[in-house]
C-alpha cells in the first residue's frame, strides 16, 4: 500500500509539474482575450446570415476559455439574441473542446502536432454541426428579445488589470479547479494500475478504441483542460492517438446538461445534428491521426519540447498553479462562512432570488456582475451551491434584474 501510495504521489506530481508553466501562461492569454474580445463582442458579430455567422462563431469559440458548463448559459444568451441555430450549435461545439488554456497544456503534456490537430478538428466539427443545422433546420427565427444594457469592462488601465486578475482566477480557473485536480489524480492513477502497453496488447482494434472511448466520453461532464492529461496517461499506455482524440473532442462537447440545452434551445432536430456531427467528425479525424502516426510514421505524441525549459521556470509554474489552488479553495472556505453572516441580516434588507443554470465560478461571476450593474451596488452575493443570489432590494428595478439574468442565459424561479 505505502508502494502504491509513493508510485501513485510521484505520477500525479510529474503531470502537475509537466503542465503547470503551460497552464498558468495559457490562462494569462486566455485572459487577455478576454479584455480584447468580451462577450458584447461575441453578440454583436454572431448574426442571423447563416455561413457566415457559421464561420465567425466558431472562430470565435475556438479561442474562448470556457469549460462544458460555462458556454451553455453564453450559447444560449446568443440564441435568444437572435443569432441563428447554425451559429448558436457552432458556437456550443467549438468552445469547449479547445481553448488557450487548453491548447498550451495538449502543447505541454502530449506534443505540437496533436495539439495543432486538436484545433483543427475544433474547427472542423463545430463548423459542420452549424453548416447542417442550417441546412436541415430551416425556418423563421424568433425576433430577439429588447436588452438589459450591462456594463462589462471599465475603462481605467488599472481597472482592465483588475479585471484580468479576477477573471483569470475567479471565472476561469476557479470554473476548472475541481475539473483540473481530478483529471490530474485519474492520470496518475492511470500510470499506476495500468500496466505499460495494456491498450496495445487488449485494444488494438483502433476503430474499437474509438468507439469505446466516444462512448465513455459523451454523457462524461469533464472540461478540455481536465481531459488532457487523462488522455496523455491513456496515450503511455497504448491507446491509439485516434482514440485519443475522440475522447478529446466527446468528452468536453457532449454531457447531460449540453444535450438538455440543445434540446431546450434549438429542438431535437438540432441535438441529432449535434451528437452526429461529433461522434462522426472526430472518429474520421481519428482515423486520420492513426494513418498519419502507424502508416507514415509522423511522431504524433509525446514531443518532449518541455525539455527545452529551465527547471527553475517550471517549478516557477508549479509554484504558481499551486497558489492558484490554495486561493480558490481558501475563498470557497470564506464564502462558506459568509454566506451563514448574510442569512443572520434581516431578510427585508435583502432580497434572494433563486437561479438554476449556475454551475461554475464563471456563472457565478457573470450572475453577479449582471445584478451589480442593475442595481449599482457591488455588494451582490451569489451562492453557487444552492443557486442562489442575494441583493440590497429596490423594487423598481427588481424586474430588471430578473431580465438581466435570464439574457444572460439563466432562469430566475419565483
Not at 126 to 154: C, H, W, Y
Not at 374 to 396: A, C, E, K, P
Request: net charge neutral; charged share 15%; hydrophobic share 50%.
Amino acid at each position: 500500500m505505502i508502494d502504491f501510495l509513493i508510485d501513485f504521489a510521484r505520477e500525479t506530481a510529474f503531470f502537475f509539474n509537466e503542465m503547470a508553466v503551460y497552464l498558468v501562461f495559457g490562462f494569462l492569454m486566455a485572459g487577455i482575450l478576454h479584455i480584447i474580445f468580451p462577450d458584447s463582442f461575441i453578440y454583436r458579430h454572431l448574426g442571423r446570415s447563416s455561413l457566415s455567422s457559421v464561420f465567425k462563431a466558431t472562430l470565435a469559440g475556438i479561442p474562448l476559455p470556457l469549460c462544458s458548463c460555462g458556454v451553455i448559459p453564453v450559447a444560449a444568451s446568443i440564441r435568444n439574441k437572435g443569432a441563428s441555430r447554425g451559429a448558436s450549435l457552432a458556437f456550443l461545439t467549438a468552445t469547449p473542446q479547445i481553448g488557450t488554456d487548453s491548447f498550451m497544456i495538449t502543447y505541454s503534456l502530449i506534443g505540437w502536432i496533436f495539439a495543432a490537430f486538436r484545433i483543427a478538428a475544433a474547427f472542423i466539427t463545430a463548423v459542420v454541426s452549424g453548416i447542417l443545422a442550417n441546412i436541415f433546420t430551416p425556418g423563421r427565427d424568433e425576433k430577439p428579445k429588447p436588452a438589459v444594457q450591462v456594463a462589462e469592462m471599465e475603462n481605467s488601465i488599472q481597472d482592465r488589470v483588475r479585471s484580468l486578475l479576477r477573471y483569470v482566477q475567479i471565472e476561469l480557473f476557479g470554473s476548472i479547479a475541481n475539473y483540473l485536480m481530478i483529471g490530474i489524480f485519474a492520470a496518475g492513477l492511470i500510470s499506476v494500475l495500468v500496466p505499460d502497453g495494456f491498450f496495445e496488447t487488449y485494444l488494438n482494434n483502433h476503430f474499437l478504441s474509438m468507439l469505446i472511448m466516444l462512448l465513455a466520453a459523451t454523457p462524461m461532464y469533464i472540461c478540455a483542460t481536465a481531459s488532457t492529461p487523462i488522455a496523455a496517461s491513456l496515450l503511455l499506455k497504448g491507446i491509439s492517438p485516434g482514440a485519443a482524440l475522440v475522447f478529446l473532442l466527446a468528452g468536453p462537447a457532449t454531457n447531460a446538461v449540453t444535450i438538455s440545452t440543445v434540446v431546450k434551445t434549438m429542438g431535437k432536430k438540432a441535438l441529432v445534428i449535434y451528437i452526429g456531427s461529433i461522434s462522426v467528425v472526430s472518429i474520421g479525424l481519428g482515423f486520420l491521426l492513426n494513418e498519419l502516426a502507424f502508416s507514415y510514421n509522423v511522431d504524433v505524441m509525446m514531443q518532449h519540447q518541455h525539455e527545452l525549459l529551465p527547471p527553475w521556470l517550471e517549478w516557477l509554474g508549479s509554484a504558481l498553479l499551486l497558489s492558484m489552488l490554495l486561493f480558490h479553495y481558501g475563498r470557497k472556505l470564506y464564502q462558506k462562512i459568509k454566506s451563514k453572516d448574510i442569512a443572520e441580516v434581516p431578510y427585508m434588507a435583502l432580497k434572494q432570488l433563486d437561479v438554476k443554470g449556475m454551475t461554475c465560478d464563471h456563472c457565478a461571476m457573470t450572475v453577479k456582475r449582471t445584478v451589480s450593474a442593475i442595481t449599482g451596488s457591488d455588494d451582490v452575493q451569489v451562492d453557487l451551491s444552492n443557486g442562489r443570489v442575494t441583493f440590497d432590494y429596490d423594487s423598481d428595478n427588481l424586474d430588471e434584474v430578473k431580465q438581466a439574468i435570464v439574457e444572460k442565459g439563466y432562469e430566475v424561479v419565483g
